[in-house]
């Protein structure tokens, strides 16, 4: 790299890291804790999740009116079976939020053993799901999401302007030892902070819906699992609902239709007479992820995870392994890892940036002015890929303008007490 390129990357990425580094700190440490719960939550909820293993079990359709039951009025909107023996079932009703009042029955007697609060397709508890959403909004609601998406918008950035960084002074020998540091453990974790931050933009508000779009236009979106017009010939008006012994017949079908894995939802239609839908949702490897409508005892539509574009199937892939829950528990290390791997980058970068404080004597720590060094051809196509990837990512976009606008003002401000009177 010429002389010229390093002063600006080098300046770009001090200064990025210094502004950004605090939502990077604050999105690692709740990702940590996130990664840790999964066993805590396990033994936290150990009342409602397990039960004495047992060779009997009443039909499914008996543990759904037993939980109907434990809440009259409430509309049953799902159910998913007991995975494993020793697990409960989930009987799930409807709610206006995220999450859901759940009834966990237990399969051997049909006996309610309790009920939480669930959220999303994972079906987190209380615990997982207050920590996910200070991970994703530090519990602020949709503008709280700013920060995540900030943090995840300049990760890479900061990431691979540091490994640039990096080749253009590896064979200087008087690099000291903070700096070292910071740039080893950035190698370590490089992949890791690249995927952390393309499978966090998918999550975005802003950042999120280009993903969307994009992926719409270039044919990359999830199958869709469709019975046709679900409403054709049925007055909503005057619902007739569903009777839940229905379930047995139902599940039997899905079965003999492939869908196979442990862990699946049951959806339940509004009313009688239309598709039930049937879905795996384990989300660990080899992924199981094939969907079913059943009507009058027969399969009227399917969705096989096979059949994903391979987009689609990467996405699915992403989100799982940003979850860890893709590989089990080696998958919660990784993430717990690296989490860690991020709170030390951003720690030391701090420290590299005390240490050359220009209240101690050095200066700036890098002088202003490094973007006229380069040649302007080069500028130029820089700013061109910045304004596109601005545009695609417009937090990114918004605060690079206030960076610069902030650091062309504190130039100006330094020469005016720089010129002489």
């Known amino acids: 790299m010429t002389e010229s390129w390093r002063g600006l990357v080098l300046r770009f990425h001090f200064y990025a890291g210094v502004l950004v580094g605090p939502f990077v700190l604050i999105a690692a440490l709740t990702g940590v804790l996130y990664a840790a719960t999964p066993q805590v939550e396990s033994w936290l909820y150990s009342d409602h999740l397990r039960v004495p293993v047992s060779t009997q079990t009443v039909p499914l359709s008996q543990q759904v009116k037993a939980a109907v039951a434990a809440r009259p009025g409430d509309e049953l909107v799902a159910v998913r079976p007991a995975p494993e023996p020793g697990a409960t079932t989930r009987v799930l009703f409807a709610s206006d939020g995220d999450a859901r009042p759940t009834v966990f029955v237990d399969p051997a007697d049909g006996r309610v053993v309790g009920d939480l609060m669930t959220y999303g397709t994972s079906g987190v508890l209380p615990l997982r799901t207050t920590i996910d959403k200070l991970h994703a909004n530090l519990l602020l609601g949709e503008p709280g999401r700013l920060y995540s998406e900030l943090a995840a918008s300049w990760l890479w950035v900061v990431a691979l302007g540091g490994v640039v960084l990096w080749f253009s002074r590896r064979r200087n020998q008087r690099t000291r030892p903070t700096t070292k540091r910071h740039a080893t453990l950035g190698l370590w974790v490089l992949v890791g902070a690249l995927f952390l931050s393309a499978t966090g933009l998918t999550w975005s508000t802003y950042a999120g819906e280009n993903v969307a779009d994009l992926r ?59 598709p039930w839908k049937v879905t795996e949702i384990g989300r660990g490897w080899p992924t199981q992820a094939d969907a079913v409508a059943v009507t009058g005892g027969a399969v009227v539509g399917e969705v096989r995870f096979a059949d994903y574009p391979v987009a689609a199937k990467l996405s699915r892939w992403g989100i799982d392994a940003h979850m860890g829950v ?91 007490v720089d010129e002489p009177v």
């Open 216 to 274: 719409k236009a270039l044919g990359w979106t999830t199958p869709a699992l469709s019975a046709g017009d679900d409403h054709a010939g049925h007055d909503m008006s005057n619902p007739i609902p569903v009777m839940p012994g229905e379930i047995d017949s139902v599940l039997a079908t899905a079965r003999s239709a492939g869908i196979d894995a442990g862990s699946i939802e049951i959806a339940v239609p509004p009313m009688s007479g239309m």
């Open 326 to 416: 893709l590989f089990g528990w080696p998958n919660q290390v990784l993430l717990l890892a690296l989490g860690l791997g991020l709170v030390a980058l951003v720690v030391l970068g701090y420290r590299m940036w005390w240490l050359r404080r220009p209240t101690r004597g050095f200066g700036r720590p890098v002088p202003g002015g490094q973007w006229r060094k380069v040649p302007r051809a080069q500028l130029v196509v820089v700013l061109v890929v910045a304004a596109g990837v601005g545009w695609f990512v417009p937090l990114f976009g918004l605060s690079l303008v206030a960076f610069l606008v902030v650091d062309a003002a504190l130039a100006a401000r330094r020469k005016q």
